[in-house]
């Protein structure tokens, strides 16, 4: 079951003595909202930390 996996990470240790290496991950999708006269799409993107929405 996935209530029995447990893991014992510090991830700040790890980090510090080159077990685990810090890594950005890219997101990327659509927000559509239904209003009453018309649909809102949203597209968001981000990557490094640096968020880009278009609407």
Same mark, same amino acid.
């Given at each position: 079951?996935? @209530? #029995? ?5 510090? #991830?700040?240790?790890? %980090?510090?003595?080159?077990? &685990?290496?810090?890594?950005? =991950?890219? &997101?990327?999708?659509? &927000? ?5 006269? +018309? =649909?809102? =799409?949203? +597209?968001? @993107?981000? %990557?490094?930390? @640096?968020?880009? %929405? +278009?609407?």
């Amino acid at each position: 079951s996935a @209530n #029995s996996f447990t893991t014992e990470i510090d #991830s700040e240790e790890d %980090i510090r003595s080159g077990k &685990l290496k810090k890594t950005f =991950v890219r &997101l990327a999708g659509y &927000l559509i909202q239904e209003c009453q006269t +018309y =649909v809102g =799409v949203t +597209y968001i @993107n981000s %990557i490094d930390g @640096n968020c880009y %929405i +278009y609407t």
